[in-house]
C-alpha cells in the first residue's frame, strides 16, 4: 500500500511520530501553577490579594505564637520577661491548666477520676463510631455511662450499681415479653425497671457505706472543659431516643400524639437556648415538687437534653421523609405489625440518611454547651471569663487564653464533622 | 362448594383495646391524652404551692413600674424612669436592629465566600474553606467575646486622639475607632432635603420600571436596550442634579474630640459592633455551605444545554444557574435568619441592651418575676420564628417545582 500515493505526493510517513513532551508551561510545576493560580488576569490578582492577605495574618501572628513564654507564674513577671516585645504569655494556659479543664472547685487529688473516665470514654465510643471492631466491645459502652458517673461523682458504688440494675431488669422483660407484644414488652419493662429504682431508693441508704472507696465530688464543683463534655456526651445520647419517639410522633397516624410532638418541637426550635438555660436557672425549681432541690448542672441537663431533642427529631423526620413510600407499604405487605416495620425497615434506612443532619446538630450543641457560661456555670469559656481573667495574676491575658479555647473547640468540633464525613462515604450503598 | 356465610360477629371484648388496631390507637392516645394532662395538672399544682410558699402571686403589674437602669444604646426615647415595658421595647427594638445588621452582612460575607469556594483559583479555593471550617468549628459566644476583645481591647481609647500629636488619628477624618465604639457621621437634615429624598426613592422606582420595559421590549419585539449604564444614570444624576441646586441640604455632623469623648455622630457602642462582627462571620460561615451546596445542585447538563443555545457565561449564570440554585439556597438561608436572631440573644454576654438583657436580665433581676419575664421572652421570640416560618412555607409551595 505503500505506494498508493508515490505519484501524487512527494513524500508520505509511515511510522506515527512519537508523543513530545508537553510544554514545560502547561505540565509539572508551572502549568499547575499556570492553571490553577494564574489562568487569567483577574485570577492572577486574586491569587496576589490571597497571598497578600495571608502573610499580613501570618506577620501579626506567627511572632507572636512563636516568641510565647510558657514558664512564668503571673502576668507582670510575663511582662518582665518579654521586655516590651509583643509576644503570648502562654504561661496563664500551664499555669492555670488544671482550672481550665476541671474547674477550679474539682479536688487536685481526683484529677485521676475525669481524666480516666475521659480516656475510657474513647474505649467506649470506639464500637458505636466503627462497625469493624469486636461487637462484644459493646457491653463495655453499656456499663460506660454508669461506669463514668461513678469515676467523676464518685460516692457510693451502689447508686450507680442499681441504677443499672433497673434498665437491666427493664431489658430482660423487654426481651421476654416484646417479642410476642411489642406493647407489653415494653410497658412492662419501664414497670420493672420502676420497680428496681424504688427498691433502690430505700436499699442503697441502707448499704451505702460511710467512707466510700471514692470520695463524693459536688455537682456544682464540676467545671472548665470538662462540663462541656459532660454536657455535650450526657445532653446529645440522650436526646437521640427522644429524638427518634419524637420524629417518629410527628409522623404518627394518631392525631393526639402528633400534635403534641409538634407543639413540642416547634415551641422548643422556635425559642433560643439561652432563654431555655433561664428556665432551668430561676423558673425550673416553682413547677418541682416543694422542698426538692435538683442540681443546676442536671436542670441544665434536662433543658439541653429537651433542646436537642427537638432539633434532632427534626432531623430524623428528614431522613424519614426520604423514604420512598414503597418501602412503608412493602413492611406492611410482609405483615410487620408497626414496632416491627420501624425496627427492621425503616428507622435503619431513616436513621443512615439523617446522620450528616445528626452530627450538624450535635456539633452545634456541643458548641452550645459554652453557653451555660451566662446562667454562672463555670465551664471553659466560664472559667476564662470568671476566675482567670478576673485573678490580680491575669486581669489582660484575653488572646491566648480565647486562642486555647477556639482551638480546643476546633480540634473537637473538626474532628466530630470529619468522621461523620468518613461514615457517610461508609455506608453509601449506591453504586455511583 | 361450601357455601360462604358471614363470619360471626365478635363481640367487644376488653383485650380488643390492645389488639385489634381498630381501637388501638384510641387507647394509645388516650393514655397519652392522660399523661399529659397529669403531667400538666402536677406541674400546675406545684407552681401553686410554692407559689403560695413563696407568697408570690403571678402579675404583669410590674411592667408598669419605673425600670430604674440605664441602657446605653437606645434607638426610642428613655430614661431610668420609662417603664419596665419601654426597657423591653428598646430591647426589642435592639434584638431586631443587630438581627437585620447581621442577616445583610452574613448574607453578603457567606455569598462571596461560597461563590470564592467554587472558584477556579486553588489558593483561594482553599483560604476560603479555611474560613468556613474555622468559623463554623468554635462556638459563637467565643467568637463574639474575641470581637468584643479586640474592640475594646485593641482599639485605643478617646483619648489618644487628643494633643498636637495624637497617637491614633481618624479615619478620612470621618470614622473614630475608639475602645468604647465607633463613631460614624450622622446625617443632618436641613430645609429641603425631603424633596432629595423622595427624588432618590422615586428615581429607584424608575430603575426598575425602566428594567421591567427593557425585559418586556425584549421579550415582544426581540430589541435588546442597554441596562446597566442607563439604570445607574437614572438611579444618580438627578438625585445628585437636584442635590446641588437646592444648595445642599443634608450635611454631615462630623464626630469631634470634645473634653475626653468624642462628640456629635452617631456612636456606634462596642457591645453592638462585637455582636453584629460575630454573628456575621460565624453565620457568614454557614451561609456559604449552604450558598456552595445550591450551586453545585444545578447538574452540569444545564450550564451546558445553556451553552448549547448560545447564550454567553454571564447570562447563563443569570438565566439559568441562579434561579434553580436560588430555590436550594433560599429555605436554609431563611433559617440561618432565624439562627442569627435567636443566637443575638447571646447579646447578655457583652452588655448590649437586647430583649434578653433588659427584660431577662436586669429586668428579671429587679423585680425577681422570672416567671413572667422569662415566658414573655419566650413568646417574643416564638412570635418571630412562628412568622419567619409562616413566610417560609408561603415561599417554599410558591416555589415548588411545577410539575405534571
Not at chain 2, 387507647?27 to 404551692?49: C, D, E, K, M, P
Not at chain 2, 425585559?215 to 445628585?240: D, H, M, N, Y
Amino acid at each position: 500500500m505503500s505506494d498508493t500515493h508515490a505519484e501524487s505526493v512527494a513524500y508520505v510517513r509511515e511510522t506515527a511520530i512519537p508523543p513530545a513532551p508537553a510544554p514545560v508551561t502547561e505540565a509539572g510545576v508551572v502549568g499547575w501553577l499556570r492553571q490553577n493560580l494564574f489562568a487569567t488576569w483577574a485570577n492572577a490578582a486574586l491569587t496576589i490579594a490571597a497571598l497578600y492577605a495571608i502573610y499580613l495574618v501570618l506577620a501579626a501572628t506567627l511572632p507572636w505564637v512563636l516568641g510565647g513564654v510558657w514558664t512564668t507564674d503571673s502576668l507582670t513577671e510575663c511582662r518582665e520577661v518579654l521586655q516590651g516585645r509583643s509576644a503570648a504569655c502562654f504561661s496563664v494556659l500551664t499555669e492555670r491548666w488544671n482550672q481550665l479543664i476541671f474547674g477550679f472547685k474539682y479536688p487536685d487529688e481526683f484529677y485521676w477520676r475525669p481524666s480516666l473516665a475521659f480516656v475510657l470514654l474513647f474505649l467506649a465510643a470506639a464500637p458505636v463510631l466503627f462497625f469493624d471492631l469486636p461487637r462484644k466491645l459493646l457491653l463495655f459502652t453499656a456499663v460506660y455511662p454508669f461506669l463514668a458517673y461513678w469515676l467523676i461523682w464518685g460516692g457510693t458504688i451502689w447508686a450507680p450499681v442499681f441504677a443499672a440494675l433497673g434498665l437491666v431488669a427493664g431489658y430482660v422483660i423487654f426481651d421476654r415479653f416484646g417479642n410476642q407484644n411489642f406493647a407489653t414488652g415494653f410497658l412492662g419493662g419501664i414497670a420493672a425497671a420502676l420497680v428496681v429504682w424504688i427498691l433502690a431508693d430505700y436499699i442503697v441508704p441502707l448499704i451505702a457505706s460511710d467512707d466510700p472507696l471514692l470520695p463524693a465530688v459536688q455537682s456544682r464543683d464540676m467545671g472548665g472543659f470538662m462540663l462541656n463534655m459532660i454536657l455535650g456526651v450526657v445532653c446529645v445520647s440522650l436526646s437521640l431516643p427522644f429524638g427518634i419517639a419524637l420524629a417518629l410522633g410527628r409522623q404518627s397516624n394518631m392525631p393526639l400524639i402528633r400534635w403534641i410532638s409538634v407543639v413540642f418541637i416547634e415551641f422548643i426550635r422556635g425559642v433560643p437556648l439561652i432563654t431555655l438555660l433561664f428556665v432551668a436557672n430561676v423558673v425550673l425549681a416553682y413547677f418541682l415538687p416543694p422542698g426538692t432541690s435538683f442540681d443546676l448542672i442536671l436542670r441544665v441537663i434536662i433543658m439541653i437534653t429537651m433542646f436537642a431533642s427537638a432539633y434532632i427529631a427534626e432531623v430524623i423526620r428528614g431522613g424519614l421523609a426520604a423514604l420512598p413510600k414503597g418501602q412503608y407499604e412493602a413492611a406492611d405487605s410482609l405483615g410487620l405489625d408497626y414496632a416491627q416495620s420501624m425496627r427492621l425497615i425503616i428507622l435503619p434506612q431513616a436513621l443512615k440518611i439523617s446522620i450528616p443532619g445528626i452530627v450538624n446538630v450535635s456539633v452545634g450543641l456541643f458548641k452550645d454547651t459554652t453557653l451555660v457560661s451566662i446562667i454562672t456555670m463555670f465551664d471553659l469559656v466560664g472559667m476564662i471569663r470568671g476566675p482567670i481573667l478576673a485573678s490580680s495574676d491575669w486581669n489582660g491575658v484575653y488572646w491566648e487564653l480565647f486562642g486555647f479555647a477556639s482551638v480546643l473547640f476546633f480540634i473537637t468540633c473538626y474532628g466530630i464533622s470529619q468522621y461523620s464525613q468518613w461514615l457517610e462515604r461508609r455506608l453509601t450503598t449506591d453504586h455511583r | 362448594m361450601t357455601a360462604l356465610t358471614d363470619p360471626q360477629r365478635e363481640s367487644f371484648r376488653l383485650s380488643m383495646l390492645i389488639n385489634d388496631t381498630r381501637y388501638r390507637s384510641l387507647t394509645f392516645q388516650a393514655i397519652a391524652l392522660i399523661l399529659v394532662i397529669s403531667l400538666f395538672a402536677y406541674l400546675g399544682s406545684n407552681l401553686v404551692r410554692n407559689l403560695a410558699a413563696a407568697g408570690l402571686n403571678i402579675s404583669y403589674s410590674f411592667l408598669e413600674d419605673p425600670s430604674g437602669y440605664d441602657i446605653n444604646q437606645t434607638l426610642i426615647p428613655y430614661t431610668s424612669r420609662s417603664s419596665n415595658l419601654q426597657a423591653a421595647w428598646v430591647g426589642i427594638l435592639n434584638t431586631l436592629l443587630v438581627a437585620v445588621l447581621g442577616c445583610i452582612t452574613a448574607t453578603v460575607l457567606g455569598v462571596i465566600a461560597g461563590v470564592l469556594r467554587l472558584s477556579k483559583n486553588w489558593l483561594v479555593r482553599k483560604l476560603m474553606s479555611v474560613y468556613v471550617e474555622i468559623f463554623r468549628n468554635i462556638p459563637v459566644l467565643i467568637w463574639i467575646l474575641i470581637i468584643y476583645g479586640i474592640m475594646t481591647v485593641s482599639l485605643p481609647a478617646p483619648s489618644a486622639f487628643r494633643g498636637d500629636n495624637p497617637t491614633s488619628s481618624m479615619l478620612f477624618n470621618l470614622f473614630a475607632f475608639t475602645n468604647r465604639g465607633i463613631y460614624i457621621p450622622a446625617p443632618v437634615w436641613g430645609p429641603g432635603s425631603m424633596i432629595v429624598v423622595a427624588t432618590f426613592v422615586a428615581s429607584i422606582i424608575a430603575v426598575f420600571a425602566y428594567r421591567s420595559y427593557a425585559k418586556k421590549l425584549l421579550f415582544s419585539t426581540g430589541r435588546l436596550l442597554p441596562t446597566g449604564w442607563p439604570s445607574l444614570a437614572i438611579l444618580l444624576v438627578p438625585t445628585i442634579l437636584l442635590f446641588l441646586v437646592l444648595g445642599r441640604p443634608i450635611g454631615l455632623d462630623i464626630p469631634e474630640l470634645k473634653g475626653f469623648n468624642f462628640g456629635g455622630g452617631i456612636k456606634v457602642g462596642a457591645p453592638l459592633i462585637a455582636l453584629w462582627f460575630a454573628l456575621s462571620v460565624y453565620t457568614g460561615a454557614f451561609i456559604a455551605e449552604n450558598v456552595r451546596a445550591g450551586i453545585l445542585a444545578v447538574s452540569k447538563g444545564q450550564t451546558e444545554a445553556a451553552a448549547a443555545l448560545g447564550l454567553r457565561p454571564r447570562r447563563i449564570m443569570n438565566l439559568v444557574i441562579l434561579p434553580q440554585a436560588l430555590r436550594v439556597i433560599i429555605p436554609p438561608l431563611i433559617s440561618q435568619y432565624l439562627n442569627i436572631t435567636k443566637n443575638s440573644s447571646l447579646a447578655i454576654a457583652v452588655g448590649y441592651a437586647d430583649i434578653t438583657a433588659t427584660l431577662g436580665g436586669i429586668t428579671l433581676n429587679q423585680t425577681g418575676r422570672a416567671i413572667e419575664c422569662v415566658l414573655l421572652l419566650m413568646l417574643f421570640y416564638l412570635a418571630i420564628s412562628l412568622s419567619i416560618s409562616v413566610i417560609m412555607n408561603i415561599y417554599n409551595s410558591k416555589m415548588k417545582l411545577k410539575e405534571r
